[in-house]
């Protein structure tokens, strides 16, 4: 209805729509009056917040945008991805391990977060859908895996591996969560790839705590109690990933 009633008014260079806050930014070269008449036509009883001067960024140069900043996270990730998973491998460390699959689900959401920048609001509503049920199921094979190591024999894990790994680690995520808040999209696909990397950045800070209590408890329960809380989180992290996609 929105739509329908200000695209063909002159001056109209594109209307960005946030539908949870039930806000719309116009981005417009004539005076806004005739703009506020015509949504008061719908009754839907509309308020003025602000008007500014900017330098509007096509729909064009913000799909590049998007796809520039979701290249970048996309490469740290697959590159913590690996290093984590070779020091957990190495350092028998199921904090570790956890957080390299995390790290491998972040950079499969970006990589299906690629294929929907430029598309229709149901087409980036269905591959959030997909990276939630991705989360899902990461979720639940990470469950199985910390109850097969706390029930078998597990050497204690290194600790130092663990808290150096994860201290440039978080140092990637934080570069990630500014890549993508920099950003300032509000589109479905971002904001589920910024739910991934906030998370990431808990997990970090989790798994370095877990690193100093092994060393000074001498046991693999807090490695083992970091791992449970990894996939946890990612279980949260698909709840609100179905939510954004409905």
């Known amino acids: 209805?929105?739509?329908?009633?200000?695209?063909?008014?002159?001056?109209?260079?594109?209307?960005?729509?946030?539908?949870?806050?039930?806000?719309?930014?116009?981005?417009?070269?004539?005076k806004y009056d005739g703009i506020?008449?015509?949504?008061?036509?719908?009754?839907?009883?509309?308020?003025?917040?602000?008007s500014e001067t900017v330098e509007y960024i096509g729909p064009a140069d913000e799909h590049s945008r998007q796809r520039r900043v979701l290249w970048q996270v996309l490469a740290i990730n697959f590159f913590f991805?690996?290093?984590?998973?070779i020091s957990g491998l190495f350092a028998s460390s199921m904090g570790l391990v956890a957080d390299s699959l995390?790290?491998?689900?972040?950079?499969?959401?970006?990589?299906l977060s690629l294929l929907a920048v430029g598309g229709?609001?149901?087409?980036?509503?269905?591959?959030?859908?997909i990276a939630g049920y991705f989360?899902?199921?990461?979720a639940i094979i990470g469950f199985l895996e910390v109850i097969r190591r706390f029930i078998g024999y597990e050497p204690i894990p290194d600790f130092r591996s663990m808290i150096v790994v994860s201290i440039f680690a978080l140092a990637g995520n934080a570069a990630c969560l500014y890549l993508l808040q920099r950003s300032k999209s509000t589109e479905v696909h971002m904001q589920a790839s910024m739910i991934f990397t906030s998370m990431d950045v808990i997990v970090n800070i989790g798994v370095i705590i877990a690193?100093?209590?092994?060393?000074?408890?001498?046991?693999?329960?807090?490695?083992?109690?970091?791992?449970?809380?990894?996939?946890v989180l990612v279980s949260r992290g698909a709840y609100r990933i179905f939510q954004l996609s409905k």
């Open 81 to 85: 991805f690996a290093a984590e998973m």
């Open 1 to 30: 209805m929105v739509r329908s009633r200000l695209e063909g008014l002159p001056g109209i260079k594109n209307l960005v729509f946030d539908i949870p806050q039930r806000l719309l930014q116009v981005y417009h070269t004539n």
């Open 102 to 111: 995390d790290m491998l689900a972040d950079s499969i959401v970006y990589g």
């Open 120 to 129: 229709s609001g149901v087409r980036k509503k269905r591959i959030a859908g």
């Open 36 to 50: 506020l008449d015509a949504l008061d036509t719908l009754k839907l009883d509309t308020r003025f917040i602000s």
């Open 135 to 138: 989360q899902a199921a990461l």
């Open 211 to 231: 690193g100093v209590l092994v060393y000074l408890i001498n046991s693999k329960i807090p490695d083992l109690a970091i791992g449970t809380i990894v996939f």
